[in-house]
Nanobody, 122 residues
Framework: QVQLVESGGGLVQAGGSLRLSCAASGSIFSINYMGWYRQAPGKQRELVAIITSGSSTNYADSVKGRFTISRDNAKNTVYLQMNSLKPEDTAVYYC????????????????WGKGTLVTVSS
């Protein structure tokens, strides 16, 4: 089993910063990609940022230049540094990883965290 534990959410004023963390644990052979998604009230879940095992990154247009994703492979942890936060960034932020749990099958499986709430006040 793979567990993802997110932390770092909270309430912040517009223009402020937060840093989210997501630590993966369990029977992990390797992690292919790590990413952050968010879901605002009444909206669909959307990709915020993703980072591959080779450290290539991709960002939603709405967060480019403000958010930075990074990962610590030794700790199986992904981070999301969020600067210049806006009220429209308010959402539940979910961590997602693509991990291989068996060296025999070598199949990448998707795992989700339970989410952490980020609220940006105007």
């Amino acid at each position: 089993q793979v567990q993802l534990v997110e932390s770092g959410g909270g309430l912040v004023q517009a223009g402020g910063s937060l840093r989210l963390s997501c630590a993966a644990s369990g029977s992990i052979f390797s992690i292919n990609y790590m990413g952050w998604y968010r879901q605002a009230p009444g909206k669909q879940r959307e990709l915020v940022a993703i980072i591959t095992s080779g450290s290539s990154t991709n960002y939603a247009d709405s967060v480019k230049g403000r958010f930075t994703i990074s990962r610590d492979n030794a700790k199986n942890t992904v981070y999301l540094q969020m600067n210049s936060l806006k009220p429209e960034d308010t959402a539940v932020y979910y961590c997602k990883i693509g991990a291989v749990v068996s060296a025999i099958t070598n199949t990448i499986m998707d795992y989700w965290g339970k989410g952490t709430l980020v609220t940006v006040s105007s």
